[in-house]
């Protein structure tokens, strides 16, 4: 008997240390879920609250009911708001503007800095990256002269050459990233059969960079799409104001009333199309934003 306790003690050893891992890996993956909804809510209920918010009226905003009244009065007085619907108007045709001049520009550049050799390069993108860091206050008064003299001021076009201050050399940045993951021998092949480097980008890259463009340009649109500073700068009537400033402006009735639900009806009005895009396309995002972590 004692040799065959011997032999099959080990086993039970064993058998229950799996046991024992297989506990701490279900534990682990329990702590991770549960740390993965803490983080959803803490990022989802301020949304949700606006939501919430924005379908109570009067007194009813002040309580704390967590399910929404259904009452849409808010929404009416919006879509009824001239002023607003116009500034909805201005904040994609902005927007869009800056996305499609800021996606221009940064595949030319991406392919000058990804597969040109000259010895100022990495110079060049340190710069790119140090401007996209630049904080809007730092260059307001430089921009609210170059405006003034290109006669743009109070013009939505103005904010098209203000924005591409910081979604220029974040397209530039993130696509040299992708034209650097390329093969090279592309290039080659196509150079020996006598294609100019402009026919490379149009003819051949540029039909590969599909998602990487897609991704790059929803960022740079939600970039647009959200700022404020130089819009509330550089507009100076009301029909010509973006989305951002028009809700910042937004009053009530009277001086002393804080239009508390008019605000969140406004916010969830432009916050949703950008979610619903945002979900729709968030493989290609998160692709461009790790393009060239591994290898570049």
């Given at each position: ?171 530039t940045w993130i696509l040299t990233t992708f034209i650097r993951e390329f093969p090279r021998e592309l290039e080659e092949a196509a150079l020996i059969d006598g294609c100019s480097h402009f026919r490379i980008l149009t003819r051949i890259l540029l039909p590969l960079m599909g ?86």
């Open positions: 008997m004692a040799p065959g306790a011997l032999v099959t003690s080990p086993v039970r050893i064993k058998r229950r240390s799996s046991a024992h891992y297989r506990m701490r890996r279900q534990i682990r993956r329990g702590g991770l879920g549960i740390l993965i909804l803490l983080v959803l809510a803490y990022t989802l209920f301020p949304y949700y609250w606006a939501i919430v918010s924005s379908t109570k009226q009067g007194a009813e905003l002040y309580t704390t009911a967590f399910l929404p009244a259904l009452n849409f009065g808010y929404y009416r007085q919006l879509f009824d708001n001239p002023v607003f619907m116009g500034s909805l108007v201005n904040s994609v045709f902005v927007a869009t503007g800056t996305t499609v001049v800021s996606l221009a520009l940064g595949i030319i550049s991406a392919y000058a800095l990804g597969r040109l050799d000259f010895p100022q390069k990495r110079i060049v993108l340190m710069a790119i990256l140090m401007i996209s860091i630049f904080p809007q206050v730092a260059v307001l008064s430089g921009m609210f002269e170059l405006i003034n003299a290109l006669g743009l001021y109070n013009r939505p076009s103005a904010l098209i050459v203000t924005y591409l201050l910081s979604t220029a050399p974040f397209t998602p990487s463009l897609a991704s790059t340009g929803i960022l740079a649109f939600i970039l647009a799409w959200n700022e404020f500073l130089f819009a509330l700068t550089f507009m100076l009537t009301d029909e010509n104001k973006t989305v951002p400033v028009a809700i910042g402006l937004i009053g009530g009735t009277t001086r002393y009333e804080y239009p508390f639900g008019q605000i969140m009806a406004a916010s969830v009005t432009v916050t949703l199309p950008l979610i619903i895009v945002v979900l729709i396309f968030q493989r290609r995002i998160v692709a461009g934003l790790t393009a060239g972590a591994v290898k570049g």
